[in-house]
């Protein structure tokens, strides 16, 4: 992607985190950065981007945001889809209510960011979106199905969304991130662990691994360098992934191995 005048980026869930790594980092390199945040009044305003009011789940707050950028520049060339929230637990324990939750951030917070800003994409005949995954999105993780299901979901959304949208002159991909030093943990939902159930020990084990992973995790300025990469590539690729090498290489274990085996791998890994 080329362009003369800076980038118009639309950042989603810039507050903390990868996202806020990524809105500091394109800024840092002349584009045009506008962050979003559901409550951007409890934080210090950046000096770097514009944080502004938007929740992934209010469709007049998307429309009020995306119309805000395009009356003061004229267009969006990149919209980064980050915002999204965590969950763990037994499938079998997770209340209905908070599995609707999640997949309406993590997979229609999204589709509705697309559904407002595609137009405008559209009419310029150019445009980028970058849908943050996850690694996790690429094998059913032991209490964790339920967020590796939303950032599947929204892998292959995209990979639709690259043929629908090829005509237009706007292109997608997806940025799929291992574990980074973020405060997603503590934002998580999680099942509460029934001491006297089925899944215990095992479940309350592999949330204290799940934790740790993130506290050692590597700096999200990393993701930030891959989609500043991505965002000055002519011809994007539909997947990439970041991360420890082993996990990225765990995406290729796992269709290289029976499943079988691969499920024993996990299993013994979150033991």
């Not at 999640?102 to 849908?131: C, E, H, T, Y």
Request: hydrophobic residues 40%.
């Amino acid at each position: 992607m080329s362009t003369s005048k800076p980038y118009i980026v639309l950042v989603t869930g810039a507050s903390s985190g990868i996202g806020q790594s990524i809105a500091m980092y394109l800024s840092q390199h002349g584009c045009i950065v506008y962050g979003t945040a559901r409550n951007p009044q409890v934080y210090q305003q950046p000096k770097e981007y514009t944080l502004l009011a938007l929740d992934v789940q209010q469709v007049s707050g998307i429309d009020a945001a995306v119309a805000h950028i395009l009356s003061v520049h004229g267009r969006i060339d990149v919209l980064i889809n980050n915002a999204g929230v965590g969950i763990t637990g037994p499938v079998e324990q997770t209340p209905l209510a908070e599995i609707d939750q999640v997949f309406d951030v993590n997979l229609k917070g999204p589709i509705r960011m697309l559904q407002a800003v595609l137009p405008a994409m559209r009419s310029q005949g150019s445009g980028l979106v970058i849908n943050i995954t996850s690694i996790a999105g690429a094998m059913g993780l032991p209490f964790r199905g339920l967020y590796s299901a939303t950032k599947s979901s929204l892998s292959l959304v995209t990979e639709s969304l690259r043929m629908e949208c090829a005509p237009f002159g706007v292109r997608l991909c997806t940025v799929a991130p291992g574990d980074y030093a973020t405060n997603i943990a503590s934002g998580r939902y999680h099942t509460p662990v029934d001491h006297n159930g089925p899944y215990h020990p095992q479940y309350d084990k592999t949330l204290a691994g799940m934790n740790a992973h993130v506290d050692q995790g590597s700096d999200p300025v990393e993701v930030a360098r891959l989609v500043w990469k991505i965002i000055q590539s002519k011809n994007p690729k539909v997947h990439y992934r970041v991360g420890k090498p082993l996990q990225k290489a765990a995406i290729w274990i796992k269709f290289l191995l029976p499943d079988t085996l691969f499920e024993r791998l996990l299993l013994k890994f979150y033991s």
